[in-house]
């Protein structure tokens, strides 16, 4: 049986990636040649080589809102992508294009449109990415994480199915966890997690009451590379990490509480893995806001509390921390009965049915 061709695109972030890679990994690779469209210096580039899918380069801009010349250039570079994505996916034929978003996947979905190639695209957050505007008028599908969402795209082209997880992430064992991280099983372990380059009020709301917390929580902090403290080191029910890759899906199986930023895809991680959080938002000042509805909405949902990092201390943190310890059992039910679908075995079938 001939194998059918599937290009992904998506880029910018971890965040517009690593769902694809959820989704490439439940392909049967047997039956899909898959291919990946991406930018010359974007992160998507080694993550996708990292996981051996070929991989093609185009120039793309950066979509702002607000004004500056460097749009004027970037008008060029989208028109340049467009051309050199025509011609890569008029080389392969493939029978879908699937983007998760960000700038560059602008170019790769208006090329795919010109050549009537069938287009999906998913929105994680609350409300769509400037990406996903200007894609949806392109878009075959169109598939979101949440149900607000739903309000922002064409309705009979939408479904609401959840946010593609990694596999990986339901493999781990509890006790490989604690064994990693020195701990016992007498205190709950807290995981605080800032993002990928860590989150400095956090980490420094975390260290001013250090000694509180580990007299209550057993705590693993990804503070974020460059930011360790040494001080700290060697306190007992306290491990700190610039990242943690290969050992996450064990950590997190030992994981009681966690502390994390608004981003759709680790919030949607946490959901499926019914572990009660805190979500401490961007701000509007370092985003467009997009974090801030996520947690509004995983909170009114009962999945978590959201504490806003401009009312963020040691006291606060305290404070929401015994809140969340209180009602954590009462928020597992709730994520329990969640009817989030799993989005990564729906997708699949709908590729599947691509002709």
Not at 110 to 130: N, Q, R, V, W
Not at 307 to 319: Q, W
């Amino acid at each position: 049986m001939k194998k059918k061709h599937i290009v992904f695109t998506g880029g910018g972030s971890a965040g517009h990636v690593t769902p694809n890679i959820a989704i490439i990994n439940e392909l049967d690779h047997n039956s899909w040649e898959i291919e990946y469209i991406g930018s010359k210096k974007g992160i998507e580039k080694d993550l996708i080589k990292k996981i051996g899918i070929p991989y093609h380069e185009i120039s793309s801009g950066k979509l702002r809102r607000y004004i500056d010349i460097e749009n004027v250039k970037d008008i060029f570079r989208v028109g340049k992508g467009c051309f050199e994505a025509r011609k890569i996916l008029k080389a392969l034929k493939p029978a879908l294009v699937f983007s998760k978003g960000g700038f560059v996947s602008v170019p790769v979905i208006i090329a795919a449109k010109s050549l009537k190639i069938p287009i999906f695209i998913h929105e994680s957050d609350m409300t769509p990415g400037l990406a996903n505007k200007i894609s949806q008028r392109f878009a075959t599908r169109i598939f979101t994480s949440f149900e607000e969402t739903k309000n922002y795209f064409p309705t009979e082209k939408t479904t609401v199915i959840g946010s593609p997880i990694r596999k990986e992430i339901f493999t781990g064992s509890a006790d490989k966890g604690r064994a990693f991280l020195g701990f016992n099983t007498q205190l709950p372990v807290l995981t605080i997690m800032g993002g990928s380059l860590g989150a400095k009020k956090i980490n420094e709301s975390v260290r001013e009451v250090i000694n509180l917390l580990t007299s209550r929580y057993q705590i693993v902090h990804l503070c974020g590379k460059g930011h360790l403290d040494k001080k700290l080191e060697g306190i007992e029910g306290y491990r700190q990490f610039e990242y943690i890759h290969d050992e996450l899906p064990d950590l997190l199986a030992a994981t009681d509480l966690v502390i994390t930023r608004g981003g759709s895809n680790s919030i949607f991680e946490f959901l499926a893995l019914k572990i009660p959080m805190i979500i401490i938002p961007l701000t509007k000042k370092q985003s467009r806001g997009d974090q801030i509805l996520n947690a509004k909405s995983f909170q009114e949902k009962g999945f978590a509390l959201m504490l806003e990092e401009e009312e963020l201390d040691g006291i606060s943190l305290l404070t929401t921390l015994e809140e969340l310890t209180n009602r954590g059992q009462s928020m597992k039910k709730t994520m329990d009965a969640s009817k989030m679908g799993d989005a990564i075995k729906t997708l699949a079938r709908h590729i599947r049915e691509v002709r």
